[in-house]
């Protein structure tokens, strides 16, 4: 856009509010970075409101969080908990979609009330529903092709004629040693979503913005290692070179950022937040390894799984496979389709080895999360619901208590809970009976049984260093907006009546969050109106019809990014 540039019309359709999203966003990146003067947008946008931690969802999942920011309402009464959701009376899941949020979505608020909202990028959506102003889906959505992508959907073509041929995802896989194709394509994409959201704000104007960008999340994924020398088997005389490179992307959101104060100038309140934090990982844990090792999940006793059993404690397969890429035959599992080809994986000590009619407990998901095997909601289920299943997670827990590092002998597991203690809602019964982090997130978890490891923990899948944290970022600046408060208690699930506020709009009395009004101007606080519970739920949308090359898009997507495990 430029500085100076003005949207099309905003003269008479000035948005009040932008709220931008900077997915997994950091103050232990960001303050050091501010204050060497290396994010001049930020610090203006800092200098001139006000600032703080703001806390996600107990589980710092991108859509369960970013579902939660558009309902001011906790995973239990939206229904988002993960990248997938459990299918009813499977053990099968089925990715995130739009028809999995159930409680009263940001867009309704704002078209109820007569105001236009644009919406871009935010992860879990897809496919994008009819609403006044824009939306367009993300992460997990297939490509831009496919029905449903945006609404309006011939917003595709005119993008495609103005800024280019669409896409919405990195197309290159990191892999140490070829960093700069990695990095170079994640700026690339970060240039093209800029110059979108650019023509969108310019020529289809709203009262409203949410923008959200994935690449300071995928960024810190893959080369948190490049600035921490204490990461283990970091290389000072490689790893080195690479050490500005998620500063690069910060550097594009903040002049994206720039972009817009341009354009909008002071008569808009701007949100500058993060889903979740971001921190190194050092492993993962093998979690379903672990509750076999307890004997909470039983393996079927057949010859299939049995001589399964025997090739994965010998990584047979691996040691297989790294010899033909040593010597030059790796391309040939491209002569094999991608679906068949994760077909094989996938059923390798699957849960298709699980033995269901011993199995009291079991994993999957991102960080800790274990189901009980429950009778009547499971399909195999064998723990009666009641006293027998509170016993199995007592035990769980107090095993999970005193499971010690395998190296260090200190704790292994953190901030254990219950689901009830920390959900609530219609949706609960889909949360997992246990939760968990490893070590503060320091470790993911894995749903695979890794027989080849030396212990319950191994190294890092798809070569992430770096994760998910509990605290992110917010900072609110404009005319609603007090200067030099410091932001403090403040929970994601406070973001939807937060905006509300700020439009002028009533805010829900019946919300998990309340509007952050420590930060408000004087006026602006005595402005807010709450109104009594008009949050309600939504049927949403049916779930996606998506084809075989479409599902293994996103499962290819997800799983390069550590998200499935």
């Not at 490179?245 to 594009?252: F, R």
């Not at 011993?358 to 499971?378: C, L, M």
Request: contains cysteine; glycine residues 8%.
């Amino acid at each position: 856009m430029g500085t100076g540039s003005t949207p099309k019309g905003v003269q008479e359709t000035a948005p009040k509010l932008i709220v931008l999203g900077w997915d997994a966003a950091t103050w232990d990146l960001l303050s050091p970075w501010v204050a060497e003067g290396k994010l001049p947008n930020l610090a203006k946008l800092m200098q001139s409101g006000s600032y703080g931690s703001i806390r996600s969802t107990s589980l710092p999942v991108s859509p369960a969080a970013w579902s939660t920011i558009i309902t001011g309402q906790n995973p239990a009464k939206h229904g988002v908990f993960d990248w997938f959701a459990r299918k009813e009376g499977s053990y099968d899941v089925e990715y995130v979609h739009t028809g999995q949020i159930k409680a009263k979505p940001v867009w309704s608020y704002f078209n109820e009330a007569g105001k236009r909202i644009g919406v871009f990028n935010l992860p879990m959506l897809y496919p994008a529903v009819p609403l006044d102003g824009f939306m367009f889906s993300g992460l997990a959505a297939p490509d831009a092709a496919s029905s449903g992508f945006a609404y309006p959907a011939e917003l595709i073509q005119e993008l495609e004629e103005n800024v280019g041929p669409f896409w919405h995802a990195e197309t290159e896989v990191y892999k140490y040693g070829r960093e700069d194709a990695y990095l170079e394509n994640v700026l690339e994409l970060l240039d093209y979503q800029k110059r979108v959201v650019d023509y969108l704000v310019r020529e289809h104007p709203c009262d409203v913005y949410l923008l959200v960008f994935m690449q300071t999340d995928h960024v810190q994924h893959k080369f948190w290692r490049y600035i921490d020398p204490m990461y283990p088997e970091y290389d000072s005389g490689y790893d080195a070179q690479f050490q500005d490179a998620i500063l690069q992307v910060y550097q594009g959101v903040d002049e994206q950022l720039g972009d817009l104060l341009a354009a909008f100038g002071d008569d808009t309140n701007f949100v500058v937040l993060s889903d979740h934090g971001g921190g190194p990982v050092h492993g993962i844990m093998y979690i379903n390894r672990w509750l076999h090792e307890i004997g909470m999940l039983h393996l079927r006793d057949d010859i299939s799984t049995r001589a399964k059993f025997w090739l994965a404690k010998r990584d047979l397969i691996g040691k297989a496979y790294r010899i033909v890429s040593k010597i030059g035959l790796g391309k040939v599992a491209n002569l094999v389709s991608k679906p068949a080809r994760n077909k094989v994986l996938n059923s390798f000590m699957s849960f298709d080895d699980i033995d269901w009619t011993r199995t009291k407990a079991y994993a999957r998901g991102a960080f800790g999360q274990i189901y009980v095997n429950q009778k009547g909601r499971e399909p195999s289920g064998i723990v009666e619901p009641g006293t027998a299943y509170e016993q199995v997670v007592t035990q769980l827990i107090a095993a999970l208590e005193k499971l010690p590092h395998p190296k260090t002998g200190e704790p292994l597991i953190t901030d254990i809970y219950r689901k009830s203690e920390i959900f609530n809602g219609p949706y609960l019964e889909n949360a997992a009976d246990v939760i968990f982090s490893i070590q503060n997130y320091l470790f993911q978890s894995s749903v695979k049984m890794g027989l080849d490891s030396e212990s319950i923990l191994g190294k890092s899948e798809y070569e992430d260093s770096g994760s998910h944290r509990a605290d992110g970022i917010v900072v609110m600046s404009g005319p609603g907006i007090a200067e030099g408060v410091s932001i403090s208690d403040a929970s994601i699930a406070d973001i939807l009546p937060t905006m509300l506020a700020l439009a002028g709009l009533p805010v829900p009395d019946d919300l998990d969050g309340l509007p952050l009004s420590q930060a408000f101007t004087e006026s602006q606080k005595h402005a807010i109106k709450f109104v009594s519970g008009s949050s309600d739920s939504l049927d949403g949308t049916t779930t996606p019809n998506l084809d075989d090359s479409e599902l293994t898009e996103i499962e290819d997507r997800l799983r390069s990014l550590g998200y499935l495990g």
